[in-house]
């Protein structure tokens, strides 16, 4: 689903690289874990899979498509297929609970009676029944997060990204947040999430992919956080 | 298929910028207006010219006993004989299409009647003042000069008048309101088009948050920018409307006046005003678009 082929990304304003001669193959359906201090190219490995950025040097496949031959036009094709999680929800602040997550649908031109039906399922899948009129302002950090992560996921996406998904969030919500995301994962959506929480991380028992100065030194199925942090 | 969530994205954008967007449509507008006020002269001015050019005539003042000039003191007043050789050599001209002689008594009397509003200037005038004349309408008004020259040095001829000297005069004042008014307005246009750009930076910045959303989800580039370039357009629309009003202003108080200065017939047709207005409205629309687009590449990368 993700293929990384000897990727090196330096950004123009530095010296070293951002991820240097990164090899990662994510199937179809798996959970994975990126893990690493920061700084560590987490988020650049996130913005490649987006083609928010090219790679200096090497290729990136996603969903069986050879990015750099991807003409720009149709990047947002490809980014239809993938869902978005970040820290800070980024959710429309003057738009309720339902509206957030229609907005996603509207602006990629889906019919109205499409929206009306998938999005209550969405929120119900998330654990936000009952609260779809309530705006962000009224609702606590977690299920803020839940609102996010059912408008990255309304439209059915073949690949959830999260970047620190629980960093505002604290440990006792935050497993809630995880139970949803693994809900997802299990409908067969590939599930790619950065994060430096080493609880989640050893309680979900997934793949671990580590980075450290932009690259794996660690790739590890069924892995834990590490000793180092 | 999302008209509504377009237009609202719209009014939003309007709204939240209103003072941003009055300054645009009032110097759209003012910009647009002056265009037209332009384009409506050049064609007034234009048809006017071509009304008098198939009008115009040339008049051959003769010597007579007071003439003041070197050329009449010298010989002497017109003598019959200057007269008739004259009139006859003026007929045998392929250039020249009818020649009138005009007596002292008939000028005279003509100047009686165009200055019939200036007693004074009447009564300080007699008859024999105004030298007899011949009017000569020519075949084809761009060959005057040849005319003029070839009986410019005859006996008994004082001066040579023509029309049109006096004519391209008012026409240069004309042709020179018509230039003030197209540069002005180009440089409102360009004025209009940087706060355009600017208006449209204020909107994507305060709508940065939506755009980046959109730009997440995949919602394609079109769709992302359209809301901003109808902004756009829209306010280069109400300019246009608001500058079509003074287009037609312009047409109804100073063309007309224009036109009872110079007796001249023309009239601007309907179809000349309509097209006027909207190429001014096309104008309007075209820049303000145009603008957010290119400010849209810069500002709001997709």
């Known amino acids: 689903?993700?293929?990384?082929?000897?990727?090196?990304?330096?950004?123009?304003?530095?010296?070293?690289?951002?991820?240097?001669?990164?090899?990662?193959?994510?199937?179809?359906?798996?959970?994975?874990?990126?893990?690493?201090?920061?700084?560590?190219?987490?988020?650049?490995?996130?913005?490649?899979?987006?083609?928010?950025?090219?790679?200096?040097?090497?290729?990136?496949?996603?969903?069986?498509?050879d990015l750099a031959r991807l003409s720009n036009w149709k990047v947002p094709h490809l980014r239809r297929r993938i869902g978005c999680v970040f820290q800070d929800f980024r959710l429309l602040p003057n738009k309720n609970v339902f509206e957030n997550v229609a907005f996603a649908l509207e602006v990629i031109g889906k019919p109205r009676r499409f929206i009306r039906k998938v999005v209550p399922e969405v929120v119900e899948l998330v654990g936000l029944e009952g609260k779809g009129d309530r705006m962000p302002d009224e609702l606590s950090g977690g299920e803020q997060q839940r609102v996010a992560i059912a408008r990255a996921f309304v439209n059915r996406p073949q690949i959830l990204l999260a970047d620190e998904p629980t960093g505002n969030i604290d440990p006792a919500t935050s497993?809630?947040?995880?139970?949803?995301?693994?809900?997802?994962?299990?409908?067969?959506?590939?599930?790619?999430?950065a994060t430096h929480d080493a609880a989640i991380v050893d309680s979900m028992r997934k793949r671990v992919i580590e980075l450290e100065d932009g690259e794996v030194i660690r790739d590890q199925s069924r892995g834990v956080y590490g000793q180092a942090y | 298929m999302r008209a509504?969530?377009?237009?609202?994205?719209?009014?939003?954008?309007?709204?939240?910028?209103?003072?941003?967007?009055?300054?645009?449509?009032?110097?759209?507008?003012?910009?647009?207006?002056l265009f037209g006020a332009g384009m409506l002269i050049n064609q007034q001015v234009s048809a006017m010219r071509g009304y008098w050019d198939e009008r115009i005539s040339i008049t051959?003042?003769?010597?007579?006993?007071?003439?003041?000039?070197?050329?009449?003191?010298?010989?002497?007043?017109?003598?019959?004989?200057?007269?008739?050789?004259?009139?006859a050599d003026l007929k045998a001209m392929p250039e020249v299409a009818s020649v009138e002689y005009v007596d002292q008594a008939a000028a005279w009397e003509d100047f009686q009647n165009r200055f019939s509003n200036r007693q004074a200037l009447v009564e300080a005038t007699q008859e024999g003042d105004i030298p007899d004349n011949f009017r000569v309408q020519l075949a084809d008004p761009s060959k005057y000069e040849r005319v003029q020259q070839s009986v410019q040095d005859r006996p008994g001829v004082d001066m040579v008048s023509n029309d049109k000297d006096v004519l391209d005069r008012f026409f240069e004042l004309f042709d020179g309101l018509k230039w003030a008014a197209l540069i002005v307005a180009v440089v409102q246009l360009a004025a209009a088009a940087l706060l355009i750009g600017n208006t449209i930076r204020l909107?994507?910045?305060?709508?940065?948050?939506?755009?980046?959303?959109?730009?997440?989800?995949g919602a394609s580039n079109f769709y992302?920018?359209?809301?901003?370039?109808?902004?756009?357009?829209?306010?280069?629309?109400?300019?246009?409307?608001?500058?079509?009003?003074?287009?037609?202003?312009?047409?109804?108080?100073?063309?007309?006046?224009?036109?009872?200065?110079?007796?001249?017939?023309?009239?601007?047709?309907?179809g000349a005003l309509l097209s006027v207005i909207g190429m001014s409205v096309i104008l309007g629309v075209l820049l303000c678009t145009i603008a957010s687009f290119l400010t849209l590449r810069r500002y709001l990368r997709v």
């Open chain 2, 224 to 270: 992302i920018q359209l809301p901003f370039l109808l902004e756009g357009a829209i306010c280069g629309l109400i300019g246009g409307v608001i500058a079509s009003g003074f287009i037609v202003a312009t047409r109804f108080f100073l063309l007309d006046k224009i036109q009872d200065w110079f007796y001249s017939g023309v009239e601007l047709s309907t």
């Open chain 2, 60 to 87: 051959i003042y003769l010597c007579t006993e007071s003439s003041p000039s070197k050329h009449c003191i010298e010989n002497g007043p017109a003598t019959d004989e200057d007269r008739n050789s004259l009139q």
């Open chain 1, 175 to 193: 497993i809630g947040i995880m139970k949803v995301l693994d809900r997802i994962n299990r409908t067969g959506t590939t599930v790619v999430m």
């Open chain 2, 4 to 33: 509504q969530f377009v237009l609202s994205e719209i009014w939003i954008g309007l709204r939240r910028n209103l003072t941003m967007t009055v300054a645009v449509i009032t110097t759209v507008a003012i910009s647009l207006a």
């Open chain 2, 203 to 217: 909107s994507a910045y305060s709508r940065r948050r939506e755009t980046g959303i959109m730009r997440l989800v």
């Open chain 1, 1 to 65: 689903m993700i293929q990384f082929e000897n990727v090196t990304k330096v950004y123009p304003t530095q010296k070293r690289p951002a991820l240097n001669g990164v090899s990662v193959d994510v199937d179809k359906g798996e959970f994975v874990f990126l893990v690493g201090p920061s700084g560590s190219g987490k988020s650049t490995f996130l913005r490649l899979i987006l083609k928010e950025e090219k790679p200096t040097k090497g290729r990136v496949h996603v969903a069986g498509k």
